[in-house]
């Protein structure tokens, strides 16, 4: 399964700061996400869709949407 949040955030003009700042979650977790260093648990699979105003479905690519 593929995270989208650099795809989300490049179609944002957003910096892992700002989603940081928006999302309540520390730079270093979301450097880790983008860089698929860290699978993200699904509270921050839910910290990520509330900041961004996204649903959480849209933050992964899977062939079971």
Do not use: C, H
């Not at 949040?5 to 700061?17: D, G, K, P, S, V």
């Not at 270093?28 to 993200?40: A, H, L, Q």
């Amino acid at each position: 399964m593929k995270i989208l949040l650099l795809q989300i955030m490049n179609e944002r003009n957003l910096t892992i700061r700002q989603v940081s700042v928006m999302t309540g979650l520390p730079r270093s977790t979301i450097s880790d996400i983008i860089s698929g260093r860290s699978d993200p648990r699904m509270n921050t699979l839910e910290q990520l869709a509330i900041g961004l105003k996204v649903k959480i479905t849209d933050l992964f690519d899977s062939p079971y949407k």
